[in-house]
């Protein structure tokens, strides 16, 4: 057995309270070996990426959901520009090279070469970790698997670089007035919109950087998919866990990181996010408007 892969089993094996896992790749079967050496009582908290094309590879696993969501106390973060490997218990560290993959740990007929050292834990990075990660929940993982599942069926017609779901501005908003024109742009047409809306569809689309060759439905299951991971718009729908009035939500935005952007307009802002909300992700938010005033709401 690789000494990288004793390391991380004797980790779990002596926590004593917590655990967190950090690593950008992780495949089900060395999870669940791990798994079996925690105790049911340790709190386990895990942090990862769904890349579309890392799934799609096969070097990560989507369906490690499952074995958070049948763990009490445990719970799966999501950070797309995650390349860390970190592991700690509450008095213990592993940093190094090692993902949470067979390959990686040393279990596989053909192993990595890998590196996994002690260190003391490092509370900074795990503040500025979790700063900008997104908590995964049934519907996360639902709208994730839909939109892997869609690929599946595409590729390999579909061109998928590495990296090409990696949206790196957290506080990015989308410009673009009218959702329903992305497709347009995407699709090579933008001198068909006026020169704004072209303007700010082919910024949108650098910060999405959607595989080509989708047709509109694939498309927009994956630009909903984007939504929902990126933190910016997690918070917003937190808060729209209740009902929120335009108003309320406008304010709320003015508390938010987008808000230092120089051409930032709140109202605006809420306006144009609450069009691409109701269209990419029509079956999570509504809109109502009783007595001539806006309310928006998860369903």
């Not at 799966?76 to 949470?100: E, F, I, M, P, Q």
């Not at 639902?142 to 957290?170: F, G, H, W």
């Not at 919109?193 to 303007?199: A, I, N, Q």
């Not at 930032?264 to 990419?280: E, G, N, V």
Request: aromatic letters at 10%; proline letters at 5%.
């Amino acid at each position: 057995m690789s000494e990288i892969g004793r390391q991380l089993e004797n980790l779990c094996r002596e926590s004593k309270n917590e655990i967190l896992l950090v690593a950008p790749f992780i495949k089900v079967s060395a999870l669940r070996r791990l798994f079996e050496q925690l105790s049911s009582n340790i709190l386990v908290k895990c942090v990862t990426r769904w890349h579309l094309e890392d799934i799609l590879a096969g070097v990560s696993d989507i369906e490690i959901w499952s074995l958070f969501a049948e763990r009490q106390g445990s719970s799966l973060w999501l950070r797309s520009d995650l390349h860390a490997k970190y592991y700690r218990t509450s008095d213990r560290c592993l940093v190094g090279s090692s993902n949470l993959t067979n390959a990686a740990l040393g279990w596989s007929n053909h192993p990595n070469l890998e590196l996994l050292i002690p260190s003391p834990a490092i509370p900074s990075f795990e503040l500025d970790l979790f700063s900008e990660s997104v908590l995964v929940d049934q519907d996360l993982y639902e709208q994730t698997l839909r939109a892997v599942q869609l690929l599946k069926d595409s590729y390999p017609k579909v061109n998928i670089p590495l990296e090409v779901l990696y949206v790196p501005d957290s506080s990015w908003l989308p410009k673009l007035r009218n959702p329903e024109d992305l497709y347009i742009a995407y699709c090579g047409n933008e001198t068909k919109l006026s020169t704004v809306s072209s303007e700010a569809a082919l910024t949108d689309l650098r910060s999405l950087r959607i595989p080509k060759g989708l047709d509109r439905h694939i498309f927009e299951v994956c630009v909903g998919t984007i939504l929902l991971q990126k933190p910016l718009i997690r918070k917003i729908d937190e808060f729209l866990e209740n009902p929120q009035r335009f108003g309320a939500v406008t304010e709320f935005m003015r508390s938010l990181p987008c808000s230092k952007a120089e051409d930032f307009d709140a109202d605006r802002s809420w306006q144009t996010l609450m069009r691409w909300l109701r269209y990419f992700l029509s079956d999570r938010y509504a809109l109502s408007i009783p007595n001539h005033s806006e309310v928006f709401y998860r369903l």
